[in-house]
């Protein structure tokens, strides 16, 4: 039984740009949540997705937005990157009405 | 809102020691308390959860209860080895979301 993953493990890429994180979730979870992780910090909530569409979201901006598709897996999408957006990206899938999450290893993103 | 509180700074201990990790939390409601566990250049693993109050989470030795009336979930182990050390982070899940603290990096000394 597959858990689960995010592609790609790592990324570089220059302030201004575009980025886009992939996650498929554990098998038989509907949900995907999205956190990033900064450099000795705990992980903070971006958004959840269910059902394609965006049910809650953090405190993020704008720039940060994503998307679900109908095998429940996920991307999320950042524009204009900025030097601190530099972090591990982490998605957690679970079973609607269920608080335990389960996380991929992660993608880690440098921008220079 | 939600939010968790991890005692401050690294732990090191040596082999065969007690571990023990503060963690408090504020909430309304009553959330579900989760520790998770993060190895160098990995993502979380779930180490124990607890849905309620006074329910004990147990797994590989750690344990930690769900204290309602001091809004804690101290994670401990009775003797720790080399390979536990790695980040603990204490996480409350609630409103379609995990709050966690900042965690703490227990280092194991042999």
């Known amino acids: 039984d597959a858990g689960v993953t995010q592609s790609p493990t790592h990324l570089i890429k220059t302030r201004g740009q575009q980025v886009t994180l992939r996650c498929s979730p554990k098998s038989g979870h509907d949900t995907v949540s999205w956190y990033q992780q900064a450099l000795g910090q705990g992980p903070q909530f971006i958004f959840q997705y269910y059902e394609e569409e965006e049910r809650q979201r953090g405190n993020f901006p704008d720039r940060f937005s994503g998307h679900q598709f109908p095998n429940y897996s996920s991307e999320l999408n950042v524009n204009a990157l900025l030097l601190g957006d530099s972090a591990l990206y982490l998605c957690?899938?679970?079973?609607?009405?269920?608080?335990?999450?389960?996380f991929g290893p992660g993608t880690r993103l440098t921008v220079l | 809102g939600n939010s968790v509180t991890q005692m401050e700074g690294p732990v090191t201990l040596s082999e065969e020691a007690f571990l023990t990790i503060n963690c408090t939390y504020t909430?309304?409601?009553?959330?579900?308390l989760f520790w998770y566990v993060q190895y160098p250049g990995e993502g979380l693993q779930l180490l124990l959860k607890a849905t309620k109050a006074d329910d004990k989470g147990s797994n590989k030795g750690f344990e930690a209860t769900y204290r309602k009336e001091t809004t804690s979930f101290h994670l401990e182990k009775g003797s720790v080895q080399v390979s536990d050390s790695a980040v603990y982070f204490c996480?409350?899940?609630?409103?379609?979301?995990?709050?966690f603290g900042k965690g703490n990096q227990v280092v194991v000394i042999p």
């Open positions: 909430a309304t409601g009553y959330p579900s």
């Open positions: 957690a899938s679970s079973s609607t009405g269920v608080d335990t999450q389960y």
């Open positions: 996480a409350l899940g609630g409103n379609n979301r995990l709050a």
